[in-house]
């Protein structure tokens, strides 16, 4: 019974793989950059999850053409798809906090401005 | 949806996410996740996307590693050295490993990937497949529905791309003057 | 980064970048027959410049694509979004109800030419502010 739940539906596991190690990123790591990057892995598994759930058994692009034809479906990608514009907005704006956050501190180790802002 | 293609493509991607999460040196960090979200791009295209795929080629591998870069040349290379004890990363990956173990168990209730008696194809989406030439004249779905049937929600995403263009500028410009 | 690259690179980058252009463009405009659409062209057209400014110097890439117009060419994208929705209250539709808009008879048609112009507002939009994020990040404090 697990096994089969494992060898059909063995591609959610590996988004699911791919959400934890973002995760792990965003909280175990104490640099603010390997912080952001943690945090961009783990949108585009988000989004990989949405498309692949998406997807029809022989069907094609979401693009109308002539005859008798199945489509895939068409709402996930319209979803995603300003999804992965304003992933990367949001990247922008945290990678210039970052910038901020050098000049002032002169370090971008989660720890020590931590420790300077307690003796400030 | 080709089987080894699929499988090949998913491993090449869990070993990059891995390696750019792991590794000390943030450049190596930077060309690892551009080959990842590179890697993303390939998958949905075979799982035929092709908007998002070729918006996620040149969004990933063009504008967010080249912000990544910057900053890097802004600020340090290296990640610097950790002289707490290790108890923060186990808490942190015990966490993970809690956050994989209750997503698996809701696996069981997902659908098939491809099965096209799913719930999520039945509801709203035939009717917009079969009505959209009437309706809109446009050949091409997704921007029918992006705007057209939704283009509410898409004029609110081009006012957060705006507003985070706003955001920047007021962070980082002041240190011009 | 202010004085170029070698001679490999500027060979390609001065090959490559108007096709890149050109495909921006054509993905703009043909978002109604196929693949493309605003977002698609928004983000080619900004992969595209940042290739020039990175190969060429960035006070080249500057002379040629200001900050200002930029900035402008952003508040225009957003604009003709909303005053299509706004187009569409004065003849007597709904907020972005396209097919009200008084160009032929049927109302596919006209819903086909509100698409077209909200896809362009899109794609202003969504250049100019990556492009104005580039040059907020790579600028040298001098």
């Not at chain 2, 590693?65 to 890097?72: D, F, H, K, Q, R």
């Not at chain 3, 703009?28 to 110097?57: D, E």
């Not at chain 3, 972005?96 to 030419?113: N, R, T």
Request: net charge negative.
């Amino acid at each position: 019974m697990v096994l089969e739940i494992i060898l059909t539906k063995y591609n959610y596991f590996i988004y699911i793989s791919l959400m934890a190690l973002g995760f792990y990123g965003m909280i175990g790591k104490s640099n603010l950059i390997k912080k952001l990057i943690g945090m961009s892995v783990f949108q585009y598994s988000i989004f990989l999850f949405y498309i692949s759930i998406a997807d029809v058994e022989g069907g094609t692009a979401p693009i109308l053409v002539k005859g008798e034809v199945v489509y895939v479906n068409p709402l996930p990608h319209v979803l995603i798809l300003t999804a992965i514009v304003v992933a990367v907005s949001t990247l922008a704006v945290g990678l210039s906090l970052a910038v901020r956050i050098y000049r002032e501190f002169g370090t971008l180790d989660e720890n020590k401005i931590l420790m300077g802002l307690k003796n400030d | 949806m080709i089987l080894a293609v699929d499988i090949l493509l998913l491993g090449v991607a869990i070993l990059l996410a891995v390696k750019a999460i792991h590794t000390k040196d943030l450049v190596e960090s930077t060309v690892l996740f551009a080959g990842y979200s590179f890697v993303l791009a390939v998958i949905w295209f075979e799982l035929n996307s092709v908007d998002v795929s070729f918006t996620e080629a040149a969004v990933g591998a063009g504008v967010s590693t080249i912000l990544l870069v910057a900053v890097i040349a802004l600020s340090l290379r290296y990640e610097e050295e950790e002289e707490r004890s290790m108890v923060r990363n186990y808490l942190a990956a015990i966490a993970c490993i809690t956050f994989f173990i209750v997503l698996a168990l809701g696996v069981q209730d997902l659908p098939i990937i491809g099965d096209p008696n799913a719930p999520h194809h039945q509801h709203v989406v035939p009717r917009y497949i079969e009505n959209t030439y009437e309706e809109t004249g446009v050949v091409n779905i997704v921007t029918a529905i992006l705007a057209n049937y939704r283009g509410y929600d898409t004029l609110g995403e081009v006012t957060v791309i705006f507003t985070a263009g706003i955001s920047v500028i007021l962070l980082l410009r002041r240190v011009w003057q | 980064m202010s004085d170029g690259r070698g001679i490999i690179l500027r060979t390609n980058a001065r090959f490559m970048v108007p096709f890149i252009l050109l495909w921006g463009l054509y993905v703009l405009t043909h978002g109604t027959s196929g693949p493309g659409g605003g977002f698609q062209a928004g983000v080619v057209l900004a992969a595209g410049i940042i290739l020039y400014a990175v190969v060429f110097g960035l006070e080249e890439s500057k002379r040629i694509f200001p900050i200002k117009v930029m900035l402008i060419i952003a508040s225009i994208g957003v604009s003709i979004y909303a005053w299509v929705g706004i187009f569409s209250i004065i003849f007597g539709g709904k907020f972005l109800e396209y097919g009200k808009i008084p160009i032929s008879h049927y109302p596919a048609e006209s819903s086909k030419l509100g698409i077209e112009m909200v896809e362009i507002g899109i794609g202003l939009t969504v250049m100019a502010i990556m492009l104005s994020i580039f040059y907020d990040f790579v600028h040298r404090g001098d």
